[in-house]
């Protein structure tokens, strides 16, 4: 039996993947994390980085009162919900990418039509390691945090991350 290190899980010998996590398993052979830091990552949960309360919008909202409301609450990107639950994010990369220079002619269109739907999500007991997996994998600076019910219940941003390594390495 292998235990996942990163969530405790129990794997049957040889597996390359956590069934419980979806991390992998095929470097377990090498070095534990040799820096405190790396230590912390892979144990503290994201409820430490106090996620913040994160700005929500209906799937129907047009996307100029969207951009107005990023730029009014100073924030990166917005979630778009549907019952509290998560259904799309809405960040500054998606108005560059699919908006850019058309953004004034289309400002009277769904913010559904240009979300980015299905977002990542994490619970707020998962470990921060996951948050930056995530992060890393699918290009986000941001991960929507959901109850165990899939309710949105805040959001952490690279910046949370990199003030908690900041943290990490000063008191070390």
């Keep these: 039996m292998t235990i996942c290190p990163y969530c405790g899980g129990e794997n049957i010998e040889g597996v390359d993947e ?3 996590c ?61 019952d509290e639950n998560p259904v799309g994010i809405f960040s500054e ?3 560059l990418l699919k908006l850019n220079v058309d953004a004034s002619q289309l400002s009277d269109r769904p913010v559904s039509e240009y979300m980015t739907a299905n977002p990542q999500t994490l619970e707020v ?8 997996q995530r992060m890393d994998l699918g290009g986000y600076r941001h991960v929507p945090i959901v109850g165990e019910d899939g309710q949105l219940t805040g959001i952490v941003s690279v910046r949370d991350i990199l003030r908690y390594v900041t943290e990490k390495m000063t008191t070390a």
């Design 18 to 20: 956590c069934e419980e």
């Design 93 to 95: 990369r998606d108005a």
């Design 125 to 132: 007991t998962a470990k921060i390691a996951f948050a930056v």
């Design 22 to 82: 979806g991390q992998s398993l095929a470097d377990l052979h090498l070095e534990g994390p040799l820096l405190q830091v790396e230590q912390h990552l892979l144990t503290d949960r994201i409820g430490l980085l106090e996620p913040k309360t994160p700005i929500t919008v209906a799937s129907d909202t047009p996307i100029g009162d969207v951009l107005r409301l990023m730029v009014d609450k100073s924030v990166g990107c917005l979630i778009v919900v549907e």
